[in-house]
């Protein structure tokens, strides 16, 4: 008794295909999109800067005194200087200044630093 194997077309039809029929190419496909989704994502970030983590002109760290001088000097240039100054230390930037104009109804600027 002898068993007899055939090959069939069901090998071939096991075969993954991938798109642009080869393995360089789906290295090639998969590589641009981690690329593109991976600098979407870090644009995106450095855009919103929401943690602070590139620090620009239009998001100063916290602790950039030069920015709030910069952004103090900007409020009396436009004709609105503040009428409340909050100074301090970091635990003084936890008060917001809306906090404040709204109980006295004046212009508040916080001027608190990290140190």
């Excluded at 602790?63 to 230390?89: M, N, W, Y």
């Excluded at 600027?109 to 990290?114: I, L, Q």
Aim: proline share 8%; hydrophobic share 40%; net charge positive.
């Amino acid at each position: 008794m002898s068993v007899e194997l055939q090959s069939t077309s069901l090998d071939n039809s096991l075969a993954v295909k991938v798109p642009g029929g080869s393995p360089r190419a789906f290295i090639v496909l998969f590589v641009l999109t981690f690329v593109v989704i991976f600098g979407g994502s870090l644009a995106l970030n450095i855009i919103t800067n929401p943690r602070a983590t590139f620090p620009n002109a239009a998001h100063p760290p916290h602790t950039d005194r030069a920015g709030h001088c910069r952004e103090f000097e900007s409020l009396v240039q436009a004709g609105k200087p503040p009428q409340v100054i909050v100074l301090g230390s970091s635990r003084t930037m936890q008060i917001r200044p809306l906090q404040i104009e709204k109980i006295t109804g004046k212009r508040t600027f916080n001027f608190g630093v990290g140190g």
